[in-house]
C-alpha cells in the first residue's frame, strides 16, 4: 500500500529518515502515518503497508493514549519538541516500554509535521501509563523540580536557596534518581505528566528559552 505524500511534507528528506538507527516515523499534522524506516517496522514488527495511512495511536494501550496524544499535540501547536517514556503494543501483542520523543517540522513558519523517534526504554514500566505511583520528593526535592521547570541554572537556584552549588547539584541528581530520569528537559516532561508541575500554557513559547545545561 502507498499513499500520496501530503503536498506540505514533500520538501523532507525521506533518505535521512530511512538512514536513521533508531525507530522513526513522519506524520502529518492530523497524526496519520505518511513514512517509516525499517527500524521501526522492526521494532514495531509490522509493515510500513500495514501502518501507512493509519493514527500514530493505533499501536498504543487505551490507557497511554492521552498522554502520548498530548505530547503530539503540544509538537503541533506549540512546536516544542517533546521526549517521554510510554508503551506501545507490538505485532504479536507484547507491550513494550519505549522513550520517544515527537519533533516538529517546520516550513516557515507552519508545523507541517511531525517526526517521532523510538528508544528502548531504560525498564519496561511498572504500572500502565497513567497509573504510575507518584515518586516520593522531598520538600526540598519538590523545591528544585519547581525551578527546573522555571528554567533557573544551577548557580541561580543556589543563589535563590542560599545554598551551595555542589548541594544543588546532590538534590538535582536525587530528583533525577526518584523521577527515574537523567536530563532536565525529561525531568519536566515526566513531572508534568506525573501531575508533579503545572501544564505549559497552550501558545508559542519565547524564542530564547532554554533548558539550562546540567
Known sequence: MAIAMPHRLQDVDLRLVDSLVVPASLHDVAGRFVHMNAAAERASGLSRA???????????????????????????????????????????????????????????DSIVGVLILAFAAQRPPAWPAGLEP????????????????????????????????????????????????HTRLEAIVKARRLGLLAPPALGPQPTDRRVPPE
Open 50 to 108: 500495514e501502518l501507512l495511512g493509519r493514527h500514530f495511536t493505533d499501536p498504543v494501550p487505551p490507557e497511554a493514549r492521552e498522554n502520548v496524544a498530548e505530547q503530539f499535540r503540544r509538537a503541533v501547536e506549540c512546536g516544542q519538541p517533546t521526549d517521554f517514556e510510554t508503551v506501545f503494543v507490538d505485532a504479536s501483542g507484547q507491550v513494550r516500554g519505549v522513550r520517544a520523543q515527537h519533533l516538529p517540522l517546520r516550513s516557515g
Open 134 to 181: 507518584p515518586p516520593r520528593l522531598t520538600p526540598r526535592q519538590r523545591e528544585i523540580l519547581d525551578l527546573i521547570a522555571a528554567g533557573l541554572s544551577t548557580s541561580e537556584m543556589a543563589t535563590k536557596l542560599t545554598i551551595s552549588t555542589e548541594t544543588v547539584r546532590n538534590h538535582l541528581r536525587s530528583v533525577f534518581k526518584e523521577l527515574d530520569v
